[in-house]
């Protein structure tokens, strides 16, 4: 065993659970509930006419239908816009169920509850709904030209429109020696955890109480939006995220119309009601993400400097905008990556379709971004004949002009001021791991084999750790085990094992003895939520400072008990002892466990152990009240953090192609990772999120898009039709780090979760138009769209 | 609005087929809706959990179980026709604490985040170890080919797989 917990590659503390069907996930609870089933619009656009459940009420098993106009109170208003933003002027949420129209197939309308799903679906299959259609927009171009409206009375189609710039924009251009154009275009794709989502709830008549299930990325805020909604008094409302099998990004969002109906229905009936979504709901009926059109406009030096640089986005945002305008917002700011262009100007028109919402997914804006970026880096090299790492470099920010204030508003509505990092150091690593410099030796051996082979780079920096803060709560029992809990939820992070790590080092106890519980507001009700990489930074800081003050206290008592200075006293292995003294040396040590019992003055002893804190139990200073004025009892305490703004972790990927000559099929010979997430809590966690990031940037690059036809229906929504990564896909990803601190926080680290999706159509479209000899400009893409790319470029 | 003030438990129903399983060396006998599928089965009705479902078309892996010691999608295999068979799930892998080396080596190699696809390729990379011929790297991403992991990016799983292979074999971690 061992205390030295911080930085150490130990075996996760989820698994054995996990790996033995032993995981509670949504699914897994609530045996005994009624399942609920919804009748969702088939429809892209339409007005809902007439709902006819007549064939449906003889239905054996049966328990209840219900429509819009059934939801009584704030239940029937529409749901929160959790983001407002000055620039979001029409803002639009959906109804929990369709209130007269319906906005994109998937969109619910009526919920079936009844006694197993099975039946549920039997009813949903008989309630006729007649819809008048209205014509649908579908895509970037169609919401853009506004012939259509989504919404009546959204002019344009235009939900929000904001420009952030930095110096004269036109004047850079207009000076500067050359200017190139280029029109991008990133089609959507999706989280897809591989577990839905999914809703239980159960309402306790006797005690007046709701708690409520949910596969969730934000519990406590779930709780407050159900509390709201459903008219209850906060603590009257428990929510829990159980195992979530997945999340990136799509379960932030809250409520969900389901979050919303499914507890409503459980208290109107006084029974437990589940609803577990199925993979073709979750495909309608989820969220979406990246679907963008870019344009650059780029002035730049014989040397490659960029001196302006102009961005405009159009970003598709699907039927409604429950999230606001994170998405393009994080897209338009965190393009800028390592580089510092002299004037720089970002607008962003921010569009309804009707299809699926757009959230973030996993990358949040920044693969966006970082395509845009990266791809004007590679067309000015390659306009210069200047190697595209050398462009590059000459465009970073130098490690002393950190901290570096780009001078525009970052997603947390504060400055966007670099921490620190060292992209030079960065870019060098890389080049040596993926042998950059010896890469035209391998092309030509390749070309002389009548093969093609290309390399790809592409460089990012990412905003995590973003506020306001997160809680942590440690205790430690008096067994000695430490419980420790934080209000944000777990989806595959490991944060049982990194958070017992932290605690446990602070502490000095072995990490074995550290459980920590997560999502649950009945353990820790302060919290905001797992997204944007900021789990790690943000609790991680605030169970560190909450394991400090416990340190402090149980030297404290320590010190009392032994009659030592709490100064000459530390914490090994769970036992304070006098510095440097064995570990078995009479009146030199005690157990933590000790030290619990006697933190917690009793009147009652309960067993052998709770003796010593009782009245007559010990030696006690009779001169002075059991528990100390400002004192508590028991060895535990809360610590919080929130950061003056976000932590900046960066990256760079290189990646080296084949393309076959003939069938245009992409094979990714080499993928090379060079990250700096600063202090790493755990290096084969971190390491798993890149890797995983990695594989969800290589399916954005190559496979996943959402194929919309004009209707306004989803054509792939299955896995049978949205080709995601398999093992046979992902290539084997060699890494290398480097560990710059971060200054703003104790514990210098910066997140992670992210960073391996970022770069991956950037690194990809780089790699191919190295191998193919002309630029790629939308992704993803296919082996069918290479080949139709090299015929247009034929005939050119 | 529909909503009924008394549910009453179901006294017809639709017909049930009378099934008997054995279900991690367990035989258990129950009457089935025709349409059962078997992770529902083994889930709602035997409440063995472990199992998962994901894509509900036999694509993604994720439901994977042993009927007779073949990995079969249990959310589209019929109830029905596990009768007489022997099904072995994610429950029925590791001997009471110990773990089986696949679930040991998973942990080692940290091939599992979110774990729910976890049941799934464990009941894969069984089947596929329980072959005669040991396999190597290149037959274990073949084989694992229809499972879909959206965490890990695959290599750990891979990995970890061929460690009990080379185990197997009495190869360089042997």
């Known amino acids: 065993m061992t205390t030295a917990a911080f930085g150490e590659p130990i075996a996760r503390l989820e698994d054995p659970r996990l790996l033995t069907g032993q995981g509670r996930f949504l699914d897994d609870i609530g ?35 219900y429509t819009h106009e059934d939801l009584d109170g704030r239940v029937g208003e529409p749901l929160p816009l959790l983001i407002p933003h000055a620039a979001l002027t029409h803002g639009r949420t959906a109804y929990a169920l369709a209130k007269d129209e319906v906005n994109h197939v998937g ?43 989504v919404h009546d009375d959204v002019p344009g189609n235009v939900s929000a429109h904001l420009v952030q710039s930095r110096g004269d924009v036109e004047a850079a251009l207009a000076g500067a020696p050359h200017v190139l154009e280029l029109d991008l275009d990133i089609e959507r794709s999706a989280s897809t955890p591989l577990e839905g989502k999914g809703v239980h709830a159960r309402w306790d008549a006797d005690d007046a109480s709701l708690r409520v299930y949910t596969s969730t990325q934000a519990s406590t805020s779930v709780r407050a939006a159900l509390a709201a909604r459903l008219e209850l008094p906060l603590d009257r409302v428990e929510v829990i995220a159980p195992d979530v099998g997945g999340g990136f990004g799509v379960k932030i969002v809250h409520p969900w119309p389901e979050e919303v109906v499914v507890p409503w229905a459980a208290i109107r009936l006084g029974r437990e009601v589940k609803w577990t979504e199925d993979r073709r709901e979750h495909f309608v009926g989820a969220t979406h993400e990246r679907g ?46 390592p580089y510092k262009p002299e004037a720089y100007r970002a607008e962003f028109f921010s569009l309804y379709t009707n299809t699926v919402t757009v959230t973030p997914y996993r990358g949040a804006g920044r693969p966006q971004g970082c395509f845009a970026m990266e791809r004007t880096m590679d067309a000015v090299a390659a306009y210069l004949g200047l190697d595209r790492t050398v462009v590059r470099e000459r465009n970073f920010i130098r490690p002393d002009e950190m901290p570096y204030d780009h001078g525009l508003i970052f997603q947390d509505g504060r400055p966007l001021i670099y921490d620190s990092g060292d992209y030079p150091a960065t870019l060098e690593k890389l080049k040596k791991l993926v042998g950059w410099d010896e890469f035209e030796a391998f092309r030509a051996e390749a070309r002389a084999a009548g093969r093609r082979v290309g390399i790809g780079i592409a460089c990012y920096v990412e905003g995590t750790g973003v506020g306001p803060y997160e809680g942590g709560w440690v205790k430690v029992e008096t067994d000695g085990t430490v419980v420790a809990a934080t209000g944000l939820t777990t989806q595959g992070q490991g944060h049982k094992t990194a958070f017992a790590q932290v605690v446990a080092s602070e502490l000095g106890v072995p990490v074995e003895r ?39 206290k149980a030297l404290r008592i320590a010190g009392e008990a032994l009659e030592a200075d709490p100064r000459d006293l530390e914490i090994v292995d769970g036992v304070v002892r006098v510095v440097g003294s064995p570990p078995s040396a009479p009146g030199s040590s005690i157990p933590l466990a000790t030290v619990a019992v006697l933190a917690n003055p009793l009147r009652y002893a309960f067993d052998r152990e709770a003796e010593r804190a009782t009245q007559f139990g010990g030696p006690v200073d009779y001169s002075k009240p059991p528990v100390a004025e400002g004192d508590s009892p028991g060895l535990e305490d809360t610590g919080y953090y929130s950061p003056p703004r976000s932590t ?24 090379c990772v060079v990250h700096d997430c600063g202090r790493l809590i755990n290096p084969r966690i971190v390491e798993g999120q890149i890797h995983g990031g990695v594989a969800q940037g290589v399916g954005g690059a190559l496979y996943e898009r959402m194929v919309y036809d004009d209707a306004g ?32 926080n104790p514990l210098g680290i910066k997140g992670a979760g992210e960073a391996g999706v970022i770069p991956g159509s950037a690194v990809l479209a780089s790699a191919i138009s190295d191998a193919e000899g002309f630029a790629i400009t939308r992704m993803p893409i296919s082996p069918s769209d290479l080949f139709s790319l090299r015929l247009a470029q034929e005939s050119r | 609005m529909t909503e009924s003030v008394s549910e009453s438990v179901a006294t017809s129903g639709p017909p049930r087929v009378p099934v008997t399983v054995g279900v991690n060396g367990v035989s258990v006998s129950r009457q089935v809706e025709p349409r059962s599928v078997l992770v529902d089965f083994l889930r709602e009705d035997l409440g063995l959990t472990g199992t998962k479902v994901s894509c509900e078309l036999q694509v993604c892996g994720v439901c994977t179980v042993l009927v007779d010691g073949r990995p079969v999608s249990a959310c589209t295999f019929l109830t029905a026709d596990a009768d007489g068979a022997d099904v072995t799930t994610v429950e029925g892998l590791s001997d009471g604490q110990t ?35 040991v396999p190597d790297r290149e037959a274990i991403v073949e084989h694992l080919e229809g499972n879909i992991c959206r965490c890990t990016g695959y290599e750990p799983i891979v990995e970890a797989v061929e460690h009990v292979a080379e185990k197997l074999r009495g190869g360089p971690h042997g």
């Not at chain 1, 009624?34 to 054996?60: G, N, Q």
């Not at chain 1, 990646?655 to 010979?669: G, M, N, Q, R, Y």
């Not at chain 1, 299955?718 to 601190?741: I, K, Q």
């Not at chain 2, 729910?116 to 329980?130: I, N, Q, R, V, Y």
């Open chain 1, 31 to 65: 045996h005994q509930a009624l399942a609920a089933a919804f009748v969702r619009s088939p429809h892209a656009h339409a007005r809902i006419v007439d709902i006819d459940v007549s064939a449906a009420v003889d239905v054996e098993g049966l328990v209840a239908v």
């Open chain 1, 107 to 149: 969109e619910p309308i009526v919920m079936v509850v009844a006694t197993d799903r099975y039946v549920a679906e039997d009813v949903c299959d008989r309630i006729v709904v007649t819809y008048d259609f209205l014509p649908p927009v579908v895509g970037i171009e169609a919401a853009r030209s506004a012939e259509l409206l």
């Open chain 1, 292 to 337: 963008q059109l870019q344009h650059v406009e780029v002035g730049f030096d014989d040397d490659g400097r960029l001196l302006g640089l102009d961005v405009t986005v159009w970003h598709d945002n699907g039927a409604y905008t429950p999230y606001g305008i994170i998405v393009p917002i994080v897209t338009t700011t965190q393009l800028l990556g």
């Open chain 1, 514 to 552: 550290v459980q920590v519980t997560t999502g649950d507001t009945r353990r820790f009700g302060y919290a905001v939520g797992t997204f944007a990489s900021r789990a790690a930074v943000m609790s991680g800081n605030a169970l560190a400072s909450a394991a400090r003050k416990v340190r402090d």
């Open chain 1, 648 to 671: 900046f972790a960066n990256g760079m990927h290189a990646a080296i192609v084949e393309t076959d000559p003939d069938t245009a099929e992409i094979t990714i010979l080499r993928y």
């Open chain 1, 713 to 744: 229906q989803l054509l792939n929504a299955s896995f049978m039709d949205f080709l995601m990564p398999y093992a046979t896909e992902v290539p084997v990803v060699e890494t290398d780090h480097l560990e710059t601190p971060s200054p703003l």
């Open chain 2, 99 to 133: 773990l089986h080396p696949l679930q040991e080596s998973f942990v080692d190699h940290f091939a599992l985040q979110c774990g729910f696809c976890t049941p799934g390729f464990l009941m894969m990379s069984k089947a596929l170890l329980d072959g005669d011929e």
